[in-house]
């Protein structure tokens, strides 16, 4: 297929906590912070990693480190060798991290139309994981990672036209936002990982969701006209609740 042809169905596949596990990752990171440079140093690299997801509205790793050494030149930081963690974070085994038959799911859904990695972060870390887990070569190097993912419908279109589309995500509020642009050119699969996905704010809405799974491998079992089916838009009256979750 052309890269301007039109696909009969597009697969958009989330990555953190939809095929990876991210809160793993993470929690693998803070034991190793802890561990190799103390609690003080851990705690003030999380304040200045939280500070800086807020403003930008995505986790930045690496930027998190840049602000960390700025703030140490200025002596607010106390321990430099925190940088060390750049290697630790860069060289992490990420394909450890996948959920079981994730890659599975990828070539299942291969087998009806393009699978493209719809992701949000940074321009180095991000494209580092899903080249070093191996979901970069299993979805054919069809990659977008945004900023923010859920307002850039019109560019997903763009670069992968096709008449219907299915979104796998574990943010409840992002399956909502992509809806509320594409509305029944779209089925929603929400599968049930991850903190966002088990956060009892949100949780209730999950049944919106065109489809509920509990487990990324459990899409493998979804019948195809299922993921296919044209559904009206449910969340449109929550839209405003859900984005401010």
Partial sequence: MSRNATADVVFLLDVDNTLLDNDSIV???????ERAFGTASA??????????REELGYADYLGALQRYRANAEHGVSADERLLLMSSYLIDYPFAERLYPRALEVIAHLGQFGPT??????????????IQRSGLWDAVGGRVLIYVHKERMAEAVQRLHPAKHYVMVDDKVRLLAAVKGVLGDRLTTVLPRQGHY????ATASMATKADVTIQHIGDLIN????????????EWDTDESSLCSS
């Fill in 197 to 200: 996905a088990m956060d009892p």
């Fill in 116 to 129: 493209v990695i719809l992701s949000d972060g940074d321009v180095v870390f991000q494209p580092r994981k």
């Fill in 43 to 52: 705690m003030r690299y999380w304040s200045i990693f939280e500070e800086l």
């Fill in 222 to 233: 979804v019948d195809t006209a299922t993921l296919l089916a044209r559904r009206p838009n």
């Fill in 27 to 33: 929690s693998d990171l803070r034991a190793h912070l």
